[in-house]
């Protein structure tokens, strides 16, 4: 009996020596769709889901959607109707002027870099990224410069540790990569919008006051001057056509850079 229990043990001995892990492992690997060297079909659809995740971020901080909303924002409070358009109509019709303006861009991101990818044409992603990310780097590089906001980039590089004393030396292709020019660009854009905004507001404002020393000067002391205000803010809006104005001036201010490009 012992005889016969040492022999069994000897088999298995055998048998294990004789299994290679390597082999089975590459074996293993020949099964799974898409995988010849490169990344898995799983980790090609993690991937995928991982980018569709911040798309909503990439939207609203490295295109012109930031300036839409905020001087379509600072508008309707100009106007002083609360809560008129809706939200969901300030953002809506901002995200449709985005694409408006940005549609050269994204069409260019889709024919240099997305479109191969998705064709099969190129394998690379590496190769695919660098060729969807430049006309969004161009895009934001010529608002940058065409708002006369370039001091906002030298902060950020100077924050970031990276010598700032010669400007002249710098380049935006060696020296600006996308972690000092997205902030850059966010910060550009917000303070584009406000000085859009500041515009907006002044003859709104000015009706305001004269509406209100009016009211002062017939003793009517205790009527809200928006209330008699709104309805003159409204007839002077309508008149001038302001929603085609503000919507014309945002677009032209957004896409003549590229334009000039």
């Not at 924050?159 to 997205?182: A, C, F, N, Y």
Request: with cysteine; glycine share 8%; charged share 15%.
């Amino acid at each position: 009996m012992t005889t016969l229990l040492l022999a069994q043990a000897a088999n298995a001995a055998q048998s294990l020596e004789s299994l290679n892990p390597i082999g089975v492992i590459e074996d293993a690997s020949r099964t799974v769709p898409g995988f010849e060297g490169g990344l898995s079909s799983a980790l090609n659809i993690l991937i995928l889901l991982t980018v569709l995740t911040v798309a909503p971020s990439i939207l609203i901080l490295c295109t012109s959607f930031t300036r839409m909303v905020v001087v379509l924002g600072l508008l309707r409070q100009a106007l002083g109707t609360q809560t008129l358009p809706p939200s969901q109509v300030v953002v809506g019709l901002s995200v449709l002027l985005t694409a408006v303006a940005m549609g050269g861009t994204f069409e260019r991101m889709w024919s240099e870099g997305l479109g191969p990818y998705a064709r099969g044409e190129q394998k690379d992603q590496l190769v695919a990224w660098e060729g969807a990310k430049r006309p969004l780097r161009e895009f934001m590089i010529a608002q940058i410069e065409a708002t006369g906001n370039t001091p906002t980039v030298l902060m950020i590089l100077d924050h970031r540790g990276i010598d700032t004393s010669e400007p002249e030396q710098l380049t935006w292709e060696k020296d600006v990569d996308m972690l000092t020019l997205v902030p850059s660009f966010v910060l550009s854009e917000l303070k584009t919008a406000f000085l859009i905004g500041f515009r907006i507001y002044l003859p709104f404002l000015v009706i305001d006051m004269v509406i209100s020393s009016l009211l002062v000067s017939m003793g009517m002391m205790m009527l809200p001057p928006v209330l008699v205000s709104l309805p003159f803010k409204l007839l002077l809006f309508v008149l001038v056509d302001g929603w085609t104005l503000v919507a014309g001036g945002l677009l032209t201010g957004v896409m003549a850079p590229i334009g000039g490009t």
